[in-house]
């Protein structure tokens, strides 16, 4: 596999202490699908009534766990439930091999439960067109049905990882009429990410009570403004998928309650925020802001083609304020501008007002700012009220060097 150089620089000092949620615990193992010497197995059991919600990657070149997750989706949910997740290989283009490995583990998986089968959601991630050993995960079901543990979050975070410098973790406690609900999830992404629900992985557990159909509106609403607002290098997997279990354990109903849907939208925003970090190579975290465009479609356009672009991301890079850069990739989004209202801004710097360079324009200024890991950068497209904001990172020599030699 890919050589991983050391912990991004972006990365947080520590992975965060999650609390328990109860109605779900953990187990992981070395199953030797592609890494020795790691965890690359987790398997994650919920109790039953279980709510479980979930949106995933649009490509047209599905793996077969998202192709059999988004066919279960919806089901009953009286009986318990399993996450069962793979890293080292995507299971993706393997055609019926595909189909008959990932029967194979949720069998497996079933069995071990004693829990239905259509109740056992898989994903897989890693390489793509490879076969996926799946006799090396049913081997070990059967252990990791009867070792599962309520603080094994944090392992079950490792296992899932590829070529992640960390592991990623966010929670949320909210009080509701007096009694606490809590909200745990996990993530796993560096590179192949542009979601379009990359190769992104994520896995949040609440013991909310709510109806699926309610949880699944909630979580597709908050995931057009976090995970679909992420970009590392604008490369949608085969894999990406994000499952969101409700246990109902605490007894809190959670139903048209705004405290607990702000609660899932920030632990939502904190892991698509941490992929980014974590974005192959990446140095600079760069939060790109687009107000005034005609519609707010239009402004995430724009703001994604910026975030999007090789020059752009590459002058991040080398610290270089090229605003021209984001000229450029504001006129070829293919949403309206208009090159004399168009205005820039890097950090607090006004570089460019009404299409053109600002009078009071200050390169040092700007230049100061790039120098930053946290950056800010500004655009408003003076037609509209339309506005957006996405994530993204530069680009570096290291993501050349982690994907040369992504199989080897």
């Given at each position: 596999?890919?050589?991983?150089?050391?912990v991004?620089?972006?990365?947080?000092?520590?992975?965060?202490a999650?609390?328990?949620?109860?109605?779900?615990?953990?187990?992981?193992?070395?199953?030797?699908v592609?890494?020795q010497?790691?965890d690359?197995?987790?398997?994650?059991?919920?109790?039953?009534?279980?709510?479980?919600?979930?949106?995933?990657?649009?490509?047209?070149?599905?793996?077969?766990?998202?192709?059999?997750?988004?066919?279960?989706?919806?089901?009953?949910?009286?009986?318990?439930?399993a996450?069962?997740?793979?890293s080292?290989?995507?299971?993706?283009?393997t055609?019926?091999?595909?189909?008959?490995?990932?029967?194979?583990?949720?069998?497996?998986?079933?069995?071990?439960?004693?829990i239905?089968?259509?109740?056992?959601?898989?994903?897989s991630?890693?390489?793509?067109?490879?076969?996926?050993?799946?006799?090396?995960?049913?081997?070990?079901?059967?252990?990791l049905?009867?070792?599962?543990?309520?603080?094994?979050?944090?392992?079950a975070?490792?296992?899932?990882?590829?070529?992640?410098?960390?592991?990623k973790?966010?929670?949320?406690?909210?009080d509701?009429?007096?009694?606490?609900?809590?909200?745990?999830?996990?993530?796993?992404?560096?590179?192949?990410?542009?979601?379009?629900?990359?190769?992104?992985?994520?896995?949040?557990?609440?013991?909310?009570?709510?109806?699926?159909?309610?949880?699944?509106?909630?979580?597709?609403?908050?995931?057009?403004?976090?995970?679909n607002?992420?970009?590392?290098?604008?490369?949608?997997?085969?894999?990406?998928?994000?499952?969101?279990a409700?246990?109902?354990?605490?007894?809190?109903d959670?139903?048209?309650?705004?405290?607990?849907?702000?609660?899932?939208?920030?632990v939502?925003?904190?892991?698509?925020?941490?992929?980014?970090?974590?974005?192959?190579?990446?140095?600079?975290f760069?939060?790109?802001?687009?107000?005034?465009?005609?519609?707010?479609?239009?402004?995430?356009?724009?703001?994604?083609?910026?975030?999007?672009?090789?020059l752009?991301?590459?002058?991040?890079?080398?610290?270089?304020?090229?605003?021209?850069?984001?000229?450029?990739?504001?006129?070829?989004?293919?949403?309206?501008?208009?090159?004399?209202?168009?205005?820039?801004?890097?950090?607090?710097?006004?570089?460019?007002?009404?299409?053109?360079?600002?009078?009071?324009?200050?390169?040092?200024?700007?230049?100061a700012?790039?120098?930053?890991?946290?950056?800010?950068?500004?655009?408003?497209?003076?037609?509209?009220?339309?506005?957006?904001?996405?994530?993204?990172?530069?680009?570096?020599?290291?993501?050349?060097?982690?994907?040369?030699?992504?199989?080897?």
């Open positions: 596999m890919a050589k991983i150089s050391a991004s620089p972006l990365a947080p000092e520590a992975f965060p999650l609390p328990l949620v109860e109605g779900v615990t953990f187990a992981t193992i070395a199953a030797g592609r890494y010497g790691r690359d197995v987790m398997l994650a059991c919920m109790t039953p009534g279980t709510a479980i919600a979930g949106v995933f990657t649009t490509s047209a070149t599905r793996a077969a766990p998202v192709l059999d997750c988004q066919a279960k989706l919806g089901g009953a949910s009286g009986s318990a439930a996450f069962l997740v793979n080292g290989n995507a299971n993706a283009f055609g019926r091999n595909g189909e008959d490995a990932v029967g194979a583990i949720t069998l497996a998986t079933a069995t071990a439960c004693d239905p089968q259509e109740r056992v959601f898989t994903s991630t890693g390489v793509i067109g490879e076969p996926l050993p799946f006799d090396r995960i049913t081997a070990h079901l059967k252990a049905a009867e070792a599962q543990d309520a603080a094994g979050i944090e392992a975070a490792r296992a899932i990882m590829t070529t992640d410098t960390f592991p973790g966010a929670s949320a406690t909210v509701i009429a007096g009694r606490r609900v809590t909200i745990a999830g996990i993530a796993k992404g560096s590179g192949m990410i542009a979601p379009d629900m990359a190769t992104m992985l994520v896995y949040i557990f609440t013991d909310a009570k709510i109806p699926q159909a309610e949880l699944q509106a909630m979580v597709s609403g908050h995931n057009a403004c976090t995970f607002c992420i970009t590392v290098d604008s490369d949608t997997s085969t894999s990406d998928t994000l499952l969101v409700a246990t109902g354990a605490s007894g809190v959670v139903s048209g309650d705004l405290a607990f849907s702000d609660a899932l939208h920030g939502m925003l904190d892991l698509a925020h941490q992929v980014v970090r974590d974005g192959e190579g990446a140095t600079k760069v939060e790109i802001s687009v107000t005034g465009a005609a519609t707010d479609a239009d402004a995430k356009t724009h703001a994604l083609s910026v975030a999007n672009s090789p752009v991301k590459t002058a991040i890079a080398g610290e270089d304020p090229n605003w021209g850069r984001v000229v450029m990739a504001v006129g070829k989004s293919g949403a309206a501008a208009d090159r004399d209202l168009l205005s820039i801004r890097f950090g607090d710097v006004v570089v460019a007002e009404k299409g053109w360079v600002s009078p009071g324009y200050d390169e040092a200024q700007a230049a700012h790039m120098k930053g890991q946290e950056l800010f950068i500004g655009v408003d497209i003076g037609l509209g009220d339309g506005r957006a904001t996405v994530w993204t990172c530069d680009l570096t020599h290291g993501y050349i060097d982690i994907n040369a030699d992504y199989r080897s």
